[in-house]
């Protein structure tokens, strides 16, 4: 990942180092004032923007600049508390040095200097009770002129110099992404066809909105340290999403990135390549749960087998998912199972699905033969049978299921739905990968599939 190209922005003359904070709230220092009575004074302060950081918004040459009708808000004390003001809006004769350093004038009712006082910068991103209007990171256009006149947050607080307002430095508050998008594959491009982007980091969440047009999609968050950041975006006719983990973007700095998106697909469209992958209550095939939680729904099953369109060993259907994890009522006797895995932990499942039922024992070697062959790369196809078999043990297979966010399979014996005589019946064990023909009275583990 690489820091975009943003030029240096030239620093005001008489520059005073102050920290900055997130929102205004009460101060400390003892609120003194000699003048009871409220009055309206006039002051102005000359401020310029820190040349070290990197997010500063662009003009065509790389320089942010102030521009003509552009408001900075002042937090400060009138006596009776902390109160907000917004600048006068700047005139030509306001700005200076190419536009790098401005002057803003401020009327305030009866400031008390002897408590600090903050600027934040646009006044855009002020509220009335003076803290930092963050909300508006919410709504975005993607585009770099409507970021640096409305969202491209700057602040400052310090204390008055003298008389007078103190004349400073702003400081940068949020990170910049420059997105460019592309399909799963990395062959093609598809950031001039987005219309639609939403960047989910931390508990924050920033939605673009914008007509199809050439990148980058410029969006401005809050800083973030090693959170995941779920993406989500709609080009053309085919929705998207990504999952990045442990993600840090510092204040201060802008990052161009570029993204490889995985198609947001309906299971009916699922493949031998998205075993491993989960099905979710709205129908469509995510990464794993945490992907699906993030866009707002619920995984239920895991992908675990799809073959040719009606296939007979799994009923008719093209494939196979498993529950999330195994019934959570205990082990029960065979006679039992069949009812339990119907229940499934009363989870829902989408609609053109067969519903919850217990595999027979050609449908959980269908399960096994899936998760096998995703584990290991290369097609396994061996039958379940009553000789081991390590790779459909539960050591072998709990990986895939981990990686979709499910629960693994236990080192114990699990129902089949197939009988072999009036009194006994087919168990899998996942600790050994073999099957044992017990008597319908012995306890096993269950867990639930469905056909799609």
């Given amino acids: 990942m690489r820091y975009i190209s943003i030029a ?46 990197k997010t500063r918004a662009l003009t065509g040459e790389g320089v942010k ?82 970021l640096a006149s409305n969202l491209d947050l700057a602040t400052y607080e310090g204390e008055w110099q003298g008389e007078n307002l103190p004349s ?8 910049i992404l420059a ?18 982007v939403t960047v989910k980091a931390d508990e924050d969440t920033y939605t673009v909105t914008r007509s199809a047009a050439a990148g980058p999609i410029y969006v401005a968050i809050k800083p973030i340290v090693s959170k995941n950041v779920v993406v989500t975006t709609t080009g053309g006719s085919k929705d998207y999403v990504k999952l990045l983990t442990g993600k840090t973007y510092a204040s201060g700095n ?18 031998a390549n998205d075993v491993g992958r989960v099905i979710a209550i709205d129908g469509n095939v995510y990464d794993n749960t945490t992907i699906a939680t993030a866009v707002n729904t619920t995984a239920v099953a895991i992908i675990s087998y799809v073959g040719n369109p009606r296939d007979a060993e799994v009923g008719w259907y093209r494939g196979l998912a498993i529950g999330m994890r195994d019934h959570t009522g205990g082990r029960v006797v065979w006679d039992a199972a069949a009812s339990a895995a119907e229940d499934n932990n009363g989870t829902v499942v989408p609609g053109g699905t067969s519903g919850w039922f217990l595999p027979s024992v050609a449908q959980l070697g269908k399960v ?15 039958e379940l049978s009553v000789l081991s078999n390590p ?48 008597a319908k009275t012995e306890v096993g583990d269950v867990r639930s599939v469905i056909a799609f």
């Fill in 65 to 146: 600049t102030f521009a003509v009708g552009e408001q900075m808000a002042i937090v400060y004390s009138n006596g009776s508390g902390m109160v907000m003001a917004v600048s006068r809006a700047l005139k030509a004769d306001d700005i200076k040095d190419a536009g790098t350093i401005a002057s803003f004038t401020f009327d305030l009712e009866t400031p008390d200097k002897s408590i600090d006082v903050q600027y934040i910068y646009p006044a855009s991103m002020a509220r009335a009770d003076g803290s930092i209007n963050y909300d508006a990171l919410a709504n975005q256009d993607g585009t770099l002129a409507s």
């Fill in 179 to 196: 997105l460019t998008l592309k399909d799963s594959d990395g062959a093609n491009e598809i950031t001039g066809n987005v219309t639609d």
């Fill in 254 to 271: 802008g990052y161009s990135v570029s993204w490889r998106m995985t198609p947001i697909i309906p299971f009916m469209e699922a493949t």
């Fill in 391 to 438: 790779d459909y043990t539960a050591s072998n297979l709990n990986s895939i299921i981990y990686s979709a966010g499910g629960t693994g399979f236990v080192d114990r014996a699990y129902c089949t739905s197939t009988a072999s005589n009036e009194t006994s019946a087919w168990y899998f064990d996942f600790r050994t990968g073999k099957l044992s023909d017990k």
């Fill in 368 to 382: 096994c033969q899936g998760l096998a062959t995703k584990k290991k790369g290369t097609a396994v196809t061996e």
């Fill in 8 to 53: 240096a922005l030239a620093l005001v003359g008489a520059v005073m180092t102050g920290c900055s904070k997130d929102d205004v709230m009460a101060i400390d220092k003892q609120q003194q004032t000699d003048d009871t009575s409220k009055k309206t004074v006039t002051m102005t302060t000359t401020v310029g923007l820190n040349a070290a950081p």
């Fill in 168 to 175: 400073c430095t702003l400081q940068n508050q949020l990170a």
